[in-house]
């Protein structure tokens, strides 16, 4: 995973977070943690999907340069880091709330 790549998968997954929390109001954390949830579930998604094969890794195999970043791959980085991003944030809120609950 480049660098680009990853960057765009945390921005979207804390972007996902906090849209997540405030399309679910009884799913909010707070602003940092839907943030922290949201980064770390950006960034988990898009490794886990790569390294199951689902997504395409950048680049060519055995190419030395750097890989080309093109449009499509950006907005996967997008797509992956937003849905996961929300996703954990809620799993963390179900699990905070039957803890609660108990």
């Known amino acids: 995973m480049d660098i680009i790549t990853l960057i ?21 954390l ?6 922290v949830a949201g980064l770390i579930g950006g960034g988990l998604g898009e490794f886990i ?13 055995g190419q030395a ?17 937003g849905v996961s991003g929300g996703s954990l944030t809620a799993i963390i809120t179900l699990i905070k709330n039957a803890l609660e609950n108990k």
């Open 8 to 28: 765009i998968s945390l921005i979207s997954g804390a972007a996902g977070g906090n849209i997540a929390s405030a399309a679910m109001p009884e799913k909010n």
């Open 65 to 81: 340069g750097p890989a080309e970043l093109d449009l499509s791959s950006i907005l996967a980085s997008i797509g992956i880091g």
């Open 49 to 61: 999907l790569k390294a199951l094969g689902v997504l395409a890794s950048s680049g060519v195999a």
């Open 30 to 35: 707070g602003a940092i943690a839907n943030t």
